[in-house]
């Protein structure tokens, strides 16, 4: 089978990494795809992603039998509709289904009527009438942008005069919205289900550090490094998560008439009273797809095509339990604010050949031959290890072969996953 992937991150990297394993998996195209995917394919810069017509037109010519969708933002386009229209495979949520990550406003309306525990919220478009719940409220409490922000539109408020500030920095323009919600206190986790529109089944769990900074400071990213597994998820929250969470979340999006296929990511905040939903992805998460891929231990190919034929029962998606892994990511000094290009990286290759150590790529480009910064993330280093101490030793030993002055990672990846570990022994 031939397929394209959508994308050009270090999840897909990731992702193209794992289909091509496949035995199932004859050509992949990638795109517009990096340096990374076209060590496994054909990149396709050329074709436009956001012109859906162009895209159905691809899938016929290269007799395309599933489309891999990475990023969030051709699923809120509806990409999934219109080759689905065409009957070409895609893999992931239709435009209407997958509003759970395109906007937060639609999430919590669909928690509170499913009561799908999450922080208490409040939706707004008036200025005045958020400023005023704010003055009720107090601090800390969380702002946060109604559409897709690239992990960028949410205001954690430690004082009532950030909070004012984010509301008037997100309220400027006419229709836009915003959710304004509790704090909440504990560990974040991220769960992931394969769903078919009906059923789901558990893909994995991780970690991720959403902030730019070591010890959990500065502004939020996509995500600086994660690891997986999570081992603070213990079978019994899982299953907590899937039957407070997920089967409800279906279960509610199928009586909506709007079913949900693809991968349905939960973050999550583990309170005192339980799992709790801050937000939902419709796709695999960056960098957490770069940590789950390497562990997998089974065929990732028929359990996609299975959820997007609409049975997910059969699927047995196994992850080499005896191996955790961690991945740092490197990124363009500036991030997540403006960064600047074309600095040459070197190194990855010597990085990349290190035992258990896969060197993912992000935002790259090659120009002459020599390897250069593109974008904010740059490069994820991922490292595999008996232990998560081993994994993170592996991937820092890995990141000192790389000699990319203008780029940065945070130091602290996985720095509760292995005190956890020494507290606890084992994985
Ligand atoms: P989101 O884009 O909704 O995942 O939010 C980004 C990050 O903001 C999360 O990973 C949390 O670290 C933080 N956050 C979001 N909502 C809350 C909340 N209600 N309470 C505390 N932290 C939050
Ligand atoms: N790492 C967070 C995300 O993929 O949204």
Redesign the pocket.
């Known amino acids: 089978m031939n397929i394209l992937l959508i994308g050009s991150g270090g999840r897909e990297h990731a992702l193209a990494y794992a289909l091509t394993k496949s035995p199932l998996c004859e050509r992949l195209f990638s795109a517009p795809g990096n340096p990374g995917t076209a060590a496994f394919g054909q990149n396709r810069p050329d074709l436009d992603v956001a012109d859906h017509a162009a895209v159905q037109a691809f899938c016929a010519q290269n007799t395309i039998g599933l489309v891999v969708i990475g990023p969030e933002v051709p699923l809120v386009a509806g990409l999934v509709d219109d080759l689905a229209a065409a009957g070409i495979r895609a893999f992931g949520p239709t435009k209407a289904a997958a509003q759970l990550e395109g906007s ?1 406003g639609f999430t919590k309306d669909l928690c509170a009527a499913y009561g799908i525990p999450t ?1 208490a919220f409040a939706r707004f478009t008036n200025r005045d009438a958020a400023l005023a719940y704010l003055a009720e409220r107090g601090a800390p409490i ?1 702002v ?1 942008a109604d559409g897709l922000a690239a ?1 960028k ?2 205001v ?1 408020a430690e004082t009532l005069d950030q909070a004012e500030a984010a509301v008037r920095a997100m309220l400027t323009e006419p229709g836009a919205e915003i959710v304004i ?5 504990g560990e ?1 986790a991220s769960f992931f289900a394969l769903c078919d529109g009906t059923r789901a089944v558990p893909i994995g769990t991780a970690q991720d550090h ?1 902030r730019v900074f070591d010890g959990d400071r500065g502004p ?1 990213t996509g995500g600086m490094g994660a690891y997986s597994p999570a081992t603070i998820l213990t079978p019994a929250l899982e299953r907590a998560v899937m039957e407070t969470i997920i089967a409800p979340t279906l279960a509610g999006m199928r009586a909506r008439g709007t079913p949900f296929t693809g991968i349905l990511y939960a ?1 999550l ?1 583990l309170t005192v009273d339980g799992p709790k939903l ?2 939902y992805n419709t796709r695999f998460g960056d960098p957490e797809a770069q940590v789950l891929m390497p562990r997998l231990a089974g065929d990732l190919l028929p359990a996609l095509i299975a959820a997007c034929d609409g049975n997910v029962s059969g699927v047995d998606l196994p992850f080499d339990e005896s191996r955790a892994a961690l991945t740092v990511v490197m990124a363009a000094a500036g991030y997540p604010g403006a960064v600047m290009r074309g600095s040459v990286i070197r190194g990855v290759d010597a990085a990349d050949a290190s035992d258990d150590v896969i060197v993912f790529q992000a935002g790259t480009r090659i120009e002459n031959g020599q390897l250069l910064a593109d974008g904010g993330r740059v490069l994820t280093v991922t490292a595999l290890g008996a232990s998560m101490m081993e994994a993170q030793a592996r991937a820092y030993t890995a990141i000192a072969r790389i000699d990319w002055p203008e780029g940065f990672c945070r130091r602290d990846i996985g720095r509760r996953a292995v005190a956890r570990e020494v507290a606890g022994g084992g994985i």
């Open positions: 937060k922080a969380v946060k992990g539109g949410v954690v919600e509790e704090c909440l206190f974040e959403k939020n973050g905040m801050i937000e």
